[in-house]
Nanobody
């Protein structure tokens, strides 16, 4: 079983940057895709970005050009570099790991962007 643990959230002013990390432990050889989701206050959880085992990436329109997802295979860690942050980026960010057997979520990390 893969266990993801997020870190790197915090409070930042609009226009600033943050980098989130997700360290994955366990059966990492079976990972098909890793991604970041977020839940804004009062809204449903939404996909922000994901990266496949082959390195293909996807970004939601709302973050395209501002966020960058990457994965360090040696460290089994997923990153989300967030630049030009906006107030509407505020929310709890969750790491999701999809393996051949399951979809596993981290506990989430809070990102707050002040305007």
């Amino acid at each position: 079983q893969v266990q993801p643990v997020e870190s790197g959230g915090g409070l930042v002013q609009a226009g600033g940057s943050l980098r989130l990390s997700c360290a994955a432990s366990g059966s990492i050889f079976s990972i098909n895709r890793m991604g970041w989701y977020r839940r804004a206050p009062g809204k449903e959880r939404e996909l922000v970005a994901h990266i496949t085992s082959g390195g293909s990436t996807y970004y939601s329109d709302s973050v395209k050009g501002r966020f960058a997802i990457s994965r360090d295979y040696a460290k089994n860690t997923l990153y989300l570099q967030m630049n030009s942050l906006k107030a509407e980026d505020t929310g709890v960010y969750y790491c999701n790991v999809v393996t051949t057997r399951s979809s596993v979520w981290g506990q989430g990390t809070q990102v707050t962007v002040s305007s």
